[in-house]
C-alpha cells in the first residue's frame, strides 16, 4: 500500500533527485551524518549541512536549495527562528520545510504546523517516513510551480 502512495505522488510528475539539493540542519553532528548519508544513498545529487539555524540561513541565501530538513531545537537561531525568517523572505518562502524534532505531543506538532511547517517528522527518524515526506514536500512544491 506504501509503495502504491509513492508511485501515485510521482506518476504525475518527474522528481529526479539527482537534481536535487537538500539542507539538513540539526545541532546532532550524529544525525546529521546518518541523514546525509542517507539521502545519498538514495540518489539526492548535493546535501548539504548545518550544524545551527544561523548556518542554514547563510546557506538558504547563498545555495540554491530545493527542501530544508531542520531541527526545532538548537543554539544561535532555533528551527522557528528559521521558519519565521524564511516565510519573511520572498527568496526563501517557497522552499519546503520539513521539521525534524524529538518533540510529539499534540500541541507541538499543531504549533508547528501554524508556524507553517510544510511536513513533520518525530525523532527518532524513521528513514522510509523522512524519505516520503521529503518526496511529498518536493511533488507539491512542482505542481505549484505549474
Keep these: 500500500m506504501a509503495d502504491e502512495a509513492s508511485e501515485n505522488l510521482v506518476s504525475p510528475i518527474s522528481i529526479r533527485n539527482s537534481d536535487l ?3 539538513v540542519t540539526d545541532d546532532s553532528r550524529t544525525l546529521r551524518m546518518m541523514v546525509e548519508s542517507k539521502l545519498k544513498e538514495q540518489g539526492y545529487g548535493r546535501v548539504i549541512v548545518a550544524e545551527n539555524g544561523q548556518q542554514a540561513l547563510a546557506m538558504l541565501r547563498t545555495e540554491r536549495v530545493d527542501c530544508l530538513l531542520c531541527d526545532w531545537d538548537m543554539p544561535v537561531l532555533n528551527g522557528y527562528q528559521v521558519l519565521v525568517e524564511m516565510k519573511h523572505d520572498p527568496e526563501l518562502k517557497n522552499i519546503p520545510f520539513i521539521l525534524v524534532t524529538a518533540k ?5 506538532i499543531l504549533n508547528a504546523i501554524k508556524a507553517g511547517v510544510d511536513e513533520y517528522v518525530v525523532k527518532p527518524i524513521q528513514f522510509p517516513v523522512l524519505l516520503r515526506k ?4 518536493l511533488v507539491r512544491r512542482q505542481q505549484n510551480r505549474k
Excluded: R
Design 104 to 108: 510529539a505531543t499534540k500541541n507541538d
Design 134 to 137: 521529503i518526496l511529498e514536500v
Design 21 to 23: 539539493t537538500i539542507l
